[in-house]
């Protein structure tokens, strides 16, 4: 296995909304309703558009290609979060199941993490759902909870952490 990390292309668009849904189909049921993750899969095209957009628009998606199959992303910026701002946010990593536990999720939170130090930012949010299994791997990181807020997925209101991370340089210096 060798596994690359690089900046996304809009070639990789679909594999990436591939790889979003097949994680929220993992790592989501019975956290968030079958028909949330339903719809997901019923606007695969809507969410291809989008990711093409974005990866044309703001060039902050990163992808992890084991032999030219997208098998993980990434995506980085300043916080979408008003009442954080003047940080950076990671707005999602996603792994497929059967690469969890390699170290690559660790490799594109990193990436993650020198991207946002690279903006000029030395701390960062991001969102992590209540119940997720991931939070101790941000905890293990220096995440601390410091907020939450009630997002709606579908008619059901759940629970999401805001995640803060300090003095990243430290965290990636000590870690890279």
């Given amino acids: ?8 292309n809009i070639e990789d668009a679909k594999e990436i ?15 968030i309703p079958d028909e949330v993750l339903k719809n997901r899969q019923d606007t695969m095209k809507e969410r291809i558009i989008k990711t093409e957009k974005q990866i044309k628009e703001y060039n902050n998606i990163y992808v992890a290609v084991d032999n030219d199959k997208v098998i ?9 979060n008003e009442k954080y701002e003047n940080i950076g946010e990671l707005n999602f990593i996603y792994l497929l199941d059967e690469y969890k536990g390699l170290g690559i999720g660790k490799r594109l939170f ?27 791997f941000y ?34 210096e000590e870690n890279k």
Avoid at 1 to 8: G, L, P
Avoid at 17 to 31: A, C, F, P
Avoid at 72 to 77: E, F, K, Q, R, V
């Fill in 1 to 8: 296995m060798n596994i690359i990390i690089r900046k996304a």
């Fill in 17 to 31: 909304v591939e790889v979003k849904m097949s994680s929220w189909l993992t790592s989501y049921k019975g956290l």
């Fill in 72 to 80: 993980g992303t990434m995506s980085y910026g300043k916080s979408r």
């Fill in 110 to 136: 990193f990436t993650g993490i020198k991207e946002i130090i690279d903006m000029g930012f030395n701390s960062f949010i991001l969102n992590v759902l209540k119940g997720n299994k991931t939070i101790g």
């Fill in 139 to 172: 905890e293990k990181y220096k995440g601390k909870k410091i907020d939450q807020k009630e997002e709606y997925f579908g008619e059901q209101k759940l629970t999401e952490y805001v995640m803060l991370f300090e003095d990243i340089n430290k965290i990636y």
